[in-house]
Each structure stands twice: as C-alpha cells, then as structure tokens.
C-alpha cells in the first residue's frame, strides 16, 4: 500500500521550497517539512522550532487550496499578502501589506545592469488602476470562467498570466500568482489534498518561466496561447513525477513486503542500510556499501558491521563485489 502521508508531505514541501527558490529565497528542506507534517496531522511531526519564512509560505498555500470549495476574495489575497510579509517588510524595506500597491512610481520587471540602463521587461498597470483590474480578474476566475465551462488547467494558466500582468502587490506577487493557480487546480480536482508540485516544475524551468511571462505580456495584440501551452505542460510535468513517486512508493512497499516475510529476524542496523540502499535507487549508492559506510550509518563496530553485511549477502538481499578493503555492496535487484 502506498504511504498516502508521506507522498501528500512530500508535494506540499516541495511546492514551498520552490516557490520561494523562484524568487530567489533559500527554505531550508527540514524546516519546512516539519512544518508541512504538523499541518497534516502526521505523528511523526518534528517539535523543531517554527522557522518564520517557512511558516509564512506553506500558510498561503494551504490557504488557497483549503478554499477550494468557495470563490477567491481581495480578503483572501489580501490576507495571502499579509501572512507572506508579517514584519510589513520585505527584506529591510517596508512595503504596503495586506492591500493592493498605491506608489505613484511604475511597476516594472526590470534586469538590472553594472554601469547601464536597467532592461525593462514589462511595466504593469498603474497603482491607481489596480483595484479595477483586480475586480475584474476576480470576477471572471469565480463566475465568468466557471460559467462558460473553461478547462479546469487553461482556467488555472490564464489565472496566474492575468495575475502577473497586473502586478497588484509591491512584492509577492509571484508567490501569491502561484497559489491562486494552485487553487485553480483544486477547484478543478475538487479537493485540497495534494500529491504534486506545479512550482517545482516550474524552478526547473525558471528562465523559460519569466521568458513565457514576458512574451505574453509583451505584446501590443494579446496572444496567450504559447502561454497556456507551456503552463499545461509543466502541470503535466508534475503529475508525470507525482506518478513517478507513487510507482517508487509501491516497489519500496513490495520489496519491504517479501523481506519481511522471508527476512523477519533483520537487525535495526541491517533495516537501516537497506532503507538507505532502496533511496539511493535507481542510481545506485555512490561507491556501493561498504564496512565503513555501514559503521558511519548504522554506529555499530566494524566487526558487526562486516558480520551483518555478510549476513544480507548470504540470504540474498545484497550482492558482493571486490576483495579486502575494496569490498562493496549493493542491493539485489
């Protein structure tokens, strides 16, 4: 049977970590697991200490898809706002929190440059126009695309397209455009429970991701189909790994399945090289296994480190190769 918790931790940790790597913000992988673990209820949730920017991300997330049953709000986007940016500041500068940016300078998506003119990418709608354009992107996301029947993947591309464009926020806005796609989806699966990461596609992609956003909002005649084209391909990129993961979950369950039925007297040690050998698949643990390795791991002397490796190669589990010091290990196929 797959391990439904761990699939549904892993999605959501991986969603935040790499939304936040797109902005180019570093969440450390740990934290915001154990943060993910505690949402979910999980029994093996860390009592680690609460790190504040992995909090701040995973609330908005999980926010956006536990609504999926009722329409987006500016209350919600504006409390999505609020919860990424606590302090009132991003970095050390203090910005506009929990309402739509008012500046009176432009909005713009620039690559600045040593000793030149910044590029412009894109300038977004004056601040003064934001509040109409949000109105309207808002009620075409929960009556009109719903009403005319919009694929639930196009409705959730042009969401996050539209979101981009209209820039409402002094920052965030990349994050909080995101999770709006993120519960386009959830509305489209009717549910809150997630098993993907869209954002990790989308990391893995970063520069094609702002070059998509620039060419759509670019131009003088608006054409989103490139657009479309390429945000449905990343959705599908995810599923296409969380499948991925679900196939690895159950050959690990059935290789745990014959060796505790034919291997029941497995030490602790021996359990715990076999776990580490299963992760390592289908590459392969770097330099196979070896009595140091298992001593490193496991923490028993290298006497029963060499007893308990020759052990699992007798019965099968593992295959030997080499001699003396050179002696390695790997798992059976």
Not at 286 to 296: D, L, Q
Request: net charge negative; proline share 3%; glycine share 8%.
């Amino acid at each position: 049977m797959v391990d439904l918790e761990e699939l549904q931790l892993s999605g959501w940790a991986q969603e935040a970590v790499a939304t936040a790597q797109i902005e180019g913000e570093v969440l450390q992988i740990n934290s915001v697991r154990a943060s993910a673990a505690r949402r979910l209820g999980l029994a093996h949730a860390s009592a680690a200490a609460r790190d504040a920017r992995s909090e701040a991300t995973l609330d908005v997330l999980q926010a956006a898809v536990s609504q999926w049953q009722r329409g987006l709000t500016e209350e919600d986007l504006f409390g999505w706002h609020a919860a990424l940016f606590p302090t009132g500041r991003s970095g050390l500068t203090r910005i506009a929190v929990g309402t739509w940016r008012a500046h009176a300078e432009p909005m713009q998506i620039v690559t600045p440059r040593l000793g030149k003119p910044d590029v412009v990418h894109y300038e977004a709608p004056p601040s003064a126009d934001v509040a109409g354009h949000m109105r309207q992107l808002l009620e075409w996301f929960n009556v009109v695309s719903v009403q005319h029947g919009i694929d639930g993947l196009v409705r959730a591309a042009i969401a996050h397209l539209w979101f981009e464009a209209v820039h409402p926020f002094e920052d965030g806005n990349g994050r909080i455009g995101r999770a709006m796609a993120e519960l386009a989806l959830a509305q489209d699966m009717r549910s809150s429970q997630r098993l993907f990461s869209l954002s990790a596609q989308i990391a893995q992609q970063r520069t094609g991701y702002y070059a998509q956003l620039q060419a759509a909002t670019g131009q003088e005649k608006l054409d989103i189909t490139a657009w479309v084209q390429w945000f449905i391909g990343r959705i599908q990129g995810a599923f296409e790994a969380a499948t991925e993961q679900m196939q690895t979950a159950l050959a690990r369950n059935r290789y745990w399945t014959e060796v505790n039925a034919h291997h029941p007297g497995l030490t602790p040690a021996q359990r715990k090289a076999l776990t580490r050998l299963l992760e390592a698949q289908p590459e392969g643990f770097a330099g196979g296994m070896s009595t140091e390795k298992y001593v490193n791991l496991t923490g028993v002397s290298r006497a029963t480190a060499y007893r308990e490796l020759t052990q699992l190669a007798e019965i099968g589990l593992l295959e030997r190769s080499g001699q003396g010091r050179g002696t390695q290990y790997a798992l059976v196929a």
